[in-house]
DNA sequence: AAGAATGAAAC
DNA sequence: GTTTCATTCTT
């Protein structure tokens, strides 16, 4: 039996548990599953099945074992049936304002605390029964009822629970821009250059989860309502697992780029961990170059800065390859084309090397936000031969040279142009390249600007964008996209719009759909 | 400076 | 298997 309560759009208060009613699983129907989860006092509604089809929108639970279930939302007005179909309507942000608890959890467990699934808290463990040499006979105590340990941290007891991913739980939140990370993965060399030089020293990439829970990082804060960003990590790592594969694969994609690119904009690098990270726990001590970063454009300030040490024995000028199923390899065009980093880097950095053209660089996604224009009202795939081209779930999302370029696809120029902002910061070879093929952004604006908005079209809808990522029935094809924004495919109620991809796993065979449909 | 999350990469 | 570090900014 699962217990819980409504709260029927009803801003938390510290009297919220008087407000709620108690509902149970038969109740709710089938949307009212709840989500097996670490945290805190509730931890008696785990083990619920999960519908397979259908997640379960709008519910939230609070540590605390209430629960806001779409029901009403009698703040908004908005109906919200216990059918799943229904987006999550949770627009009054006092809606999922996290609980401020005045009144302890259950007594039973007094000792259980929050925790992460990461932590090795044994905060909740029974206190041990020291015995120290100035141990005296004592009289056996009743157990003593345990003070809470200090309430653990107070942020764990305000981060909302969730059973439905970001994607969908802030589609409403259209006002704030999901962050362009295509964009951001595809940012040039230069700029990568630059934040090396800022930072003093080199970055690693982004992961796909970092990506996600900085594209959402803005819409997590809105709709939790709250500034702290352990709550926004909370929360996107609540998120993460629940997002549809269409999802998660986009990220993992943007990761791999992000890591290819990164590799080209600091060709020696590797990662070193700080091994001996003694007791100041994060001391972050920097990232070494290899003896091939000399040649890099930021190697000189590094030095100058004495920020970055060379470690003997991390100059080995081994690539450290993932073991990403993608292969890296297969990003980067086969041919006459061929980047002067491919020719000289079989396998390792060429001292000395400086930039390549950063147009052998960049792996332009095929879908970009500014191929998108806004007053664009079909959707449709474009099939695009791609000769001459090794073919990879990657290279499928990458627009390698030879891929259209978005000046071509982008309606002209009520977006702005990528690179117009900052050309004047860019080198001439990348001005060079700006020119011809250039990538999928240009400036420092670029990705977190306008595009923004068309970015959001596809995912602040519902959060799925018609990547071409994972295996493709036909590797000869490339979709690329013109996704447009439309307000009333964000609006529709029923979160299903023309872009959800989610009960078609198989982006093959999705392909194959739009290709059928585009000849028809 | 710690802390939240997940994942890549290095041990 | 364990540890570090990517991001972000409040606490």
């Avoid at 073991?323 to 980047?339: A, K, Q, W």
């Avoid at 449709?380 to 499928?396: A, E, H, I, V, W």
């Avoid at 002209?412 to 142009?417: D, E, I, L, R």
């Avoid at 809808?461 to 295996?471: D, H, I, M």
Wanted: aromatic share 8%.
């Amino acid at each position: 039996m699962v217990t819980g309560t409504i709260n029927g759009g009803l801003p938390p208060s510290p009297q919220q548990s008087t407000h709620s009613e108690q509902f149970t699983q038969s109740q709710l129907g089938p949307c009212a599953i709840l989500q097996q989860h670490t945290y805190g006092h509730n931890e008696h509604f785990g083990n619920q099945v999960m519908h397979p089809e259908i997640p379960a929108h709008g519910m939230m639970f609070h540590p605390d074992g209430t629960a806001a279930f779409d029901g009403y939302d009698s703040f908004n007005g908005y109906h919200v049936s216990n059918n799943c179909s229904q987006m999550l309507t949770m627009h009054d942000p006092a809606f999922v304002r996290p609980v401020q608890m005045t009144t302890p959890p259950p007594a039973a467990d007094e000792g259980i605390m929050a925790r992460s699934e990461r932590s090795t808290a044994s905060l909740g463990s029974p206190l041990p029964i020291r015995k120290t040499v100035s141990d005296k006979p004592r009289v056996i105590r009743p157990p003593r009822t345990r003070r809470r340990p200090k309430q653990e941290k107070p942020d764990k007891s305000s981060s909302p629970v969730i059973s439905a991913p970001l994607s969908q739980l802030t589609a409403h939140l259209t006002h704030i821009p999901v962050k362009d990370m295509e964009a951001w993965v595809n940012r040039p060399a230069d700029v990568r250059h630059k934040e090396a030089q800022k930072a003093g020293r080199i970055g690693r990439p982004m992961n796909s989860f970092m990506l996600y829970r900085s594209a959402y990082a803005d819409r997590t804060k809105e709709w939790c309502s709250q500034n702290n960003h352990q709550v926004v990590s909370r929360v996107s790592g609540q998120s993460w697992p629940l997002e549809p594969p269409e999802v998660r694969e986009k990220f993992e994609l943007f990761a791999v780029l992000e890591r290819d690119n990164h590799q080209k904009a600091h060709p020696g690098y590797k990662f070193t961990p700080n091994k001996n990270q003694t007791p100041p726990k994060k001391k972050r001590f920097l990232e070494e170059r290899e003896p091939s970063d000399l040649g890099d454009p930021d190697y000189d300030l590094h030095s100058m800065q004495g920020r970055k040490r060379a470690r003997s024995g991390d100059c080995d000028s081994s690539y450290s390859r993932g073991s990403t199923p993608y292969d890296r390899d297969s990003l980067r065009p086969t041919g006459s084309n061929r980047s002067s980093w491919q020719m000289n880097n079989p396998g390792r950095p060429i001292a000395g090397i400086l930039s390549p053209p950063e147009h052998m660089h960049y792996l332009q996604p095929s879908v970009h936000p500014s191929m998108m224009g806004p007053n664009v009202e079909d959707v449709r795939f474009r099939k695009m031969g791609l000769p001459g081209f090794q073919y990879s779930p990657s290279t499928m999302l990458s627009g390698l040279p030879g891929a259209v370029h978005h000046e071509l696809l982008q309606p002209p120029s009520n977006v702005t142009t990528p690179g117009q902002s900052d050309d004047s910061q860019l080198d001439p070879q990348l001005l060079a390249f700006d020119n011809g093929i250039r990538g999928t952004e240009g400036g420092n604006g670029a990705y977190n600007c306008s595009q923004y908005t068309l970015w959001q079209a596809d995912s602040g809808a519902n959060g799925y964008f018609p990547l071409s990522t994972g295996v493709t029935s036909n590797p000869q094809q490339q979709y690329t996209v013109d996704a447009p924004y439309h307000p009333s495919v964000q609006a529709l109620p029923d979160g299903h719009e023309i872009w959800d991809l989610s009960h078609g796993s198989n982006i093959g065979e999705v392909g194959k759909d739009f290709d059928q449909w585009i000849d028809t």
